[in-house]
């Protein structure tokens, strides 16, 4: 059996800096025709300069696949018309962070107040940028993705023309608030769809299971999957593949991250393959992000074939999700 995707993307990926940037990213320029990128290094990427100078780095270490890297800037509430307008064409997105809410995200915003906000808000939605989010409050750790839906709904309704995305989302509250707002899209990760708080910690722990936000409840999960698998036309994936060195994993105060980008194609076709939705993966991971975000990837055919892929038990001092396992699908190189 054989399964062709035509331009995948990866609309929420983390690729690091210096060695590690060049260890994760031919992975991802191998297998997905572009990526949209996270910029919360440290310092985080603020600045037209640092933008240029992170795409190029990217760039290179992507060399030799027809990859575009979708830059984002790291939110600040501080930023004026005249520089977004000036990094409008070199940006597809900006990525909000409640501060100290995941890695690296000590310079996010410190109050979701409308009023603060309302200044780039108004003109993001003028200029058309749309706003990427991690959406998590501060409090207890299994609520705060509900908790933090009151503020997309504020934002939803202040801002109408602004396109929202909701990152990484993994409650069935989520999926169902995407309804209620037609500014409001998503992504869904591989690791969310496949895992739930019982496979990270149910029996002994698993910190390469470790994420944030972390993994639900089955029903959660079944939400997840319902809408990824249906073609649900306001969700993509976006892998929120995230490397950490396996000294940064195995230790007291573990990194939140799951890397999945070297196998995240085949693990998706098993799932989808499994609940009779092979057909449908094309949606999830290109169609419906070409639409969202008004993007039009470099022509890249990938083609997977079922048949058994082994995992690698690492790939360099990162430990992948399924590492040492069998998978039922690979990629035809």
């Known amino acids: 059996m054989e399964l062709v995707l035509e331009s995948p ?11 590690m940037l060049e260890n994760v990213a031919p992975w991802s320029a191998r297998y997905f025709s572009g990526a949209l990128i996270m910029p919360n290094l440290v310092p985080p990427i603020t600045t037209l300069d640092s933008l240029l100078s992170y795409k190029e780095r990217i760039q290179k270490a992507a ?10 800037l790291f939110f600040k509430d501080n930023y004026t018309k ?8 070199q940006i597809t997105a900006i990525k909000l962070y409640p501060s100290g809410i995941t890695t690296n995200s000590d310079g996010g915003v410190r109050t979701m107040d409308m009023q603060i906000l309302a200044p780039v808000l108004e003109v993001m939605s ?41 990152e990484h989302i993994t ?64 969700v993509m994936f976006g892998s929120d593949s995230a490397p950490h ?20 194609l085949p693990a998706l076709a098993q799932l989808f393959e499994a609940r009779g939705a092979l057909d449908n ?3 999830f991971v290109s169609d419906n992000a070409r639409r969202i975000y008004g993007i039009t990837p470099p022509q890249k055919i990938v083609r997977l074939v079922k048949e058994p892929m082994e ?11 399924f590492a040492g396992e069998n998978l039922e699908w690979r990629v035809d190189e």
Do not use: W
């Open 63 to 72: 060399i030799h696949n027809p990859f575009i890297p979708y830059m984002t």
């Open 9 to 19: 993307l990866d609309m929420h990926l983390h690729l690091r800096d210096a060695q």
């Open 281 to 283: 993966l094309q949606t």
């Open 311 to 321: 995992v690698a038990k690492s790939y360099g001092d990162v430990v992948p999700m």
């Open 245 to 264: 060195p396996t000294h940064a994993k195995e230790c007291c105060g573990c990194a939140a991250g799951v890397f999945t980008s070297p196998l995240a």
């Open 82 to 89: 005249e520089f977004l307008a000036e990094v409008k064409d």
């Open 171 to 234: 409650t069935a509250y989520s999926v169902e608030l995407l309804e209620k707002y037609d500014n409001l899209f998503a992504t869904i990760t591989l690791h969310h769809l496949y895992i739930t708080l019982d496979e990270v910690a149910g029996g002994v722990l698993r910190p390469h299971l470790f994420c944030k936000p972390i993994a639900k409840r089955p029903e959660d999960r079944e939400a997840l999957l319902q809408a990824a698998t249906a073609t649900n036309p306001k």
């Open 126 to 166: 003028e200029l058309g940028i749309p706003l990427c989010v991690h959406g998590e409050s501060d409090g207890f750790v299994m609520d705060r993705e509900k908790e933090f839906g009151k503020t997309y709904e504020k934002l939803a309704k202040t801002f109408p023309d602004l396109t929202i995305i909701m």
